[in-house]
């Protein structure tokens, strides 16, 4: 259902390096790149998530209540990207670990550097 997911960024140039990285360790890379738009991906027929400078050439802003979660393979991959993020520059909003009452669901939450509210999580048992 999803086609693509867009965050807004202050820094283009730091906001790309941070997804470079982050992004890396779900096993994406570029598929789109210019001037003011990048997005990753691992296919163009597979959602990306993507950076932008606004178009209206007005500071971005975080939403509130706005959070883009990042679906993993494993137990694993979520901490690649949760300490990933994390030192890349990101600021942690809940360690990786289980959530909702249920051990099925595992997830690590953060902050991109505009303030943006992520996370990689998976959905099964065990690692």
Do not use: H
């Amino acid at each position: 259902m999803i086609g693509y997911i867009t965050v807004g960024t202050n820094d283009f140039p730091k906001a790309c390096d941070f997804y470079d990285t982050v992004l890396a360790e779900m096993g994406t890379k570029r598929l789109m790149d210019s001037e003011a738009f990048v997005a990753w991906g691992v296919e163009m027929d597979q959602p990306l998530f993507s950076v932008t400078k606004p178009f209206d050439k007005e500071a971005a802003t975080v939403g509130n209540g706005v959070m883009i979660g990042l679906a993993a393979t494993d137990r694993a991959m979520v901490d690649k990207v949760y300490n990933a993020a994390i030192a890349a520059g990101g600021t942690c909003e809940g360690k990786p670990g289980t959530r909702q009452e249920s051990s099925d669901f595992y997830v690590g939450y953060f902050r991109d550097l505009d303030g943006n509210k992520i996370n990689a999580f998976f959905m099964g048992s065990g690692e």
